[in-house]
């Protein structure tokens, strides 16, 4: 039997959810944080004699940070989606869809472009 002491008051399910939803919320964050802080402290040198080379190097450094924000996006779209189901919640469902729908957008960036261009 739990000895509670006499201010704290039992959780009932719906403070017990928000508590969870706050906790998958402040890890996502911090695994988001983390994965950003990591792809941006590691940056080789861009070091080439060729201008063309240096704007084609400068290319893929900016297509994979969007690539990176794309996939933070998937991922969060993705919990949004997991925390709407649980808490039967339409509006965050309709959210977690497009958010999910913006993450493949921005992911596959640089792809859609040489579709579209034809490249």
């Given at each position: ?34 994965v ?14 060729d201008p ?68």
């Open positions: 039997m739990k000895i509670m002491k006499k201010s704290q008051k039992p959780l009932n399910t719906l403070e017990r959810q928000k508590k969870i939803e706050r906790r998958a919320k402040r890890a996502y964050a911090l695994f988001a944080c983390l950003l802080s990591m792809a941006v402290m590691i940056v080789p040198a861009f070091a080439a004699d063309l080379q240096i704007v084609e190097n400068l290319s893929e450094f900016i297509f994979s940070l969007i690539r990176a924000i794309g996939l933070i996006l998937l991922g969060f779209g993705i919990l949004q989606l997991g925390l709407s189901l649980k808490s039967h919640d339409p509006s965050q469902r309709a959210n977690g869809m497009l958010t999910i729908a913006g993450g493949i957008v921005i992911t596959f960036t640089r792809e859609i472009l040489t579709l579209i261009t034809g490249g």
